[in-house]
């Protein structure tokens, strides 16, 4: 039998409606949600909150599920939920994977970005969605 991957990642937005993005060191060094992989035995919140906690040193609580998306090429699934940092923490970049960390305008988003980081943080900021599930493609790229 193999194994499905799994992937969370976290839509965190500041009080001024900026949300947090990472910058990778690998793969196309481009601007992404904080997530990654769950590991074994691991629900997809708990990876969110890890994977935050890894790649800004920021504690979170995990809120709303905001999407399912499923990748066919993968045979995966990538849940993204609504998260909020807590206390008054600053995120700082891990520095083994991620050199840098930082809130943005949801309306003037860093390049090089995905369709499917802007994807998911537009259906999370759409409250009035019961949409869910979304089937992804291969990622487009704006630089």
């Known amino acids: 039998m193999s194994k499905k991957s799994v992937g969370a990642a976290a839509i965190i937005i500041?009080?001024?409606?900026?949300?947090?993005?990472v910058k990778h060191n690998y793969g196309k060094y481009n601007w992404e949600l904080p997530?990654?992989?769950?590991?074994?035995?691991?629900?997809a919140e708990d990876t969110a909150k890890r994977e935050v906690l890894e790649e800004t040193g920021l504690?979170?609580?995990?809120?709303?599920?905001?999407?399912?998306?499923?990748?066919?090429?993968?045979?995966?699934?990538?849940?993204?939920?609504l998260?909020?940092?807590?206390g008054n923490q600053q995120p700082q970049p891990d520095a083994a994977e991620v050199t840098e960390c930082k809130y943005y305008s949801i309306d003037d988003l860093p390049r090089p970005i995905s369709d499917f980081t802007i994807a998911r943080i537009q259906e999370a900021i759409k409250t009035d969605s019961n949409h869910l599930f979304h089937v992804i493609g291969p990622r487009q790229w704006f630089e």
Do not use: I, Q, W
């Open 59 to 81: 504690e979170v609580t995990v809120g709303r599920l905001t999407g399912v998306y499923y990748e066919p090429n993968y045979d995966m699934h990538h849940f993204a939920f």
């Open 35 to 43: 997530g990654g992989l769950s590991e074994l035995n691991e629900s």
């Open 14 to 21: 500041n009080s001024e409606g900026r949300v947090l993005l």
């Open 83 to 86: 998260c909020k940092v807590v």
